[in-house]
Nanobody, 127 residues
Framework: LAQLTESGGGTAQAGGSLRLSCAAS????????IGWFRQVPGNEREGVAV??????FYSDSVQGRFNISQDDTKDTIWLEMNSLKPEDTAKYYC??????????????????????WGKGTQVTVSS
């Protein structure tokens, strides 16, 4: 069983910060392909920030504001969100894949790459 569990969601003021955590439990074939996605109801799931074999990719919308990191054991990844905007409001998901391949940004940020998903944590940013 491979499982991802997100935490840290909540509400924040515009311009504020939040830090999300994702705990990886069970067996993962690779913890080197893992990251964060977000989704607003009715919209496509959007890649936010991912780690792919030592490389980091961010969506243009969060570049310079969000930072993804991973602990040394690779049991936990974080998403530090700064300078939050109302348009960051979404449900944030942690995702990983057991089939880890080196990808370019487009593939790494695409939800079809990943086959293990957390249940998500809601982030709401006040206007």
């Amino acid at each position: 069983l491979a499982q991802l569990t997100e935490s840290g969601g909540g509400t924040a003021q515009a311009g504020g910060s939040l830090r999300l955590s994702c705990a990886a439990s069970g067996y993962f074939y690779s913890r080197n392909c893992i990251g964060w996605f977000r989704q607003v109801p009715g919209n496509e799931r959007e890649g936010v920030a991912v780690l792919n074999l030592g490389r980091t990719f961010y969506s243009d919308s969060v570049q310079g504001r969000f930072n993804i990191s991973q602990d040394d054991t690779k049991d936990t990844i974080w998403l530090e969100m700064n300078s939050l905007k109302p348009e960051d409001t979404a449900k944030y998901y942690c995702a990983a894949t057991s089939d880890c391949r080196m990808l370019r940004s487009e593939g790494a940020l695409h939800d079809s790459t990943y086959n293990v998903w957390g249940k998500g944590t809601q982030v709401t940013v006040s206007s």
